[in-house]
């Protein structure tokens, strides 16, 4: 399942995906920070704080994506080995076939007329299984990796969506504050704000010149 992020603070009609809440795109600054209830410090404070929750997440998934890629070709070379001794079982071939004794050290075994294996289930736990029972429980293993896998890449691809984005800042925020617009929903919506306060300051500054003068 996919690491959460607190649903708090999100914006109705934003969609979410297992936990992780979909990104608002910030049309118009004013009406944000109206309908939010926060003031331009507060909404980037919480801007930013949502910005590192979506890079905390994505490590998260990417390293079970890690994990369950170099699972799924385990599996599969587990039931490569029990369809070959279920093959050679009534040949009166044997197999011969070099084990990992430890880290670096092996030795050779000569397998005839195999009925059983044993799996690791992992946790330090080992159980005997019939081929006929180990090559069910696999397939059903490979399976499962192979859907959580399908589920963790709609996963990271959901998020990347909350952060992806081509659209370019509009011309109407003001003159551009020395603040880098960069391509994600997230960073321009936090441009987006930043750049509007500064527009507002220079706005009641210059409405301040011209009171004075």
């Known amino acids: 399942m996919a690491a959460s992020l607190s649903p708090s603070s999100s914006s109705p009609g934003v969609t979410e995906r297992r936990g992780i809440p979909g990104a ?26 949502r910005l590192q929750q979506y890079k905390v997440v994505e490590m998260k998934l990417l390293a079970q994506q890690r ?14 080995v029990v369809a070959t001794l279920q093959a050679k079982k009534g040949t009166g071939e044997a197999l011969i076939t070099d084990f990992e004794v430890s880290e670096g050290i092996y030795s050779r075994a000569r ?3 195999a009925n059983s294996v044993c799996l690791w289930l992992g946790a330090n736990v080992m159980l005997e299984y019939s081929c ?14 192979k859907a959580s896998l399908e589920v963790l890449v709609g996963d990271l691809q959901f998020l990347r969506d909350q952060v992806t984005i081509t659209q ?23 441009a ?9 300051r220079r706005l009641s500054q210059a409405a301040g010149e011209v009171k004075d003068s």
């Open 132 to 145: 006929e029972e180990a090559t069910a429980l696999l397939r059903k293993n490979l399976d499962n990796a």
């Open 67 to 80: 994990d369950l890629q170099a699972k799924i070709p385990d599996i599969e070379k587990c039931l490569d």
């Open 24 to 49: 608002q795109f910030v049309e118009d600054v004013q009406t944000y920070l109206t309908q939010s209830g926060l003031d331009v410090n507060s909404a980037l404070a919480f801007l930013q704080e």
């Open 192 to 200: 987006r704000v930043y750049n509007w306060d500064v527009h507002q």
């Open 168 to 190: 370019d800042t509009p011309k109407n925020v003001g003159e551009v504050a020395p603040l880098d617009l960069w391509n994600t929903i997230m960073q321009v919506t936090i």
């Open 111 to 113: 397998i005839e007329d």
